[in-house]
């Protein structure tokens, strides 16, 4: 069992940026993969990025060069550093962990994009 927290979520005009944190229950070095997911109203949930324990990372075309994600081991936490945000990136964003066959979710929390 792996708990999530996601904080950092808020109203940013469009061209701001956010850092959203994501504070896992477990050591992070046990977890094979971390990642952000965001859904907006009335869409599917997509992948945001998402960073391997051996630190690998990938990112969803549409926020490559915008954000970045990183992990800091020794705080069990997940970030997610959001740059140059667009209306179009306004979601909820859910952190998740992936550990052997099961994925966890943290709560979401908001991200407002005003244009």
């Known amino acids: 069992q792996v708990q999530l927290v996601e904080s950092g979520g808020g109203l940013v005009q469009a061209g701001g940026s956010l850092r959203l944190s994501c504070a896992a229950s477990k050591s992070i070095l046990s977890i094979n993969a971390m990642g952000w997911y965001r859904q907006a109203p009335g869409k599917q949930r997509e992948l945001v990025a998402t960073?391997?324990?051996?630190?690998?990372?990938n990112y969803a075309g549409s926020v490559k060069g915008r954000f970045t994600i990183s992990r800091d081991n020794a705080k069990n936490t997940v970030y997610l550093e959001m740059n140059s945000l667009k209306a179009e990136d306004s979601a909820v964003y859910y952190c998740?962990?992936?550990?052997?066959?099961?994925?966890?979710w943290g709560q979401g929390t908001q991200v407002t994009v005003s244009s």
């Open positions: 960073v391997t324990s051996g630190g690998t990372t």
């Open positions: 998740s962990a992936a550990v052997l066959w099961q994925t966890y």
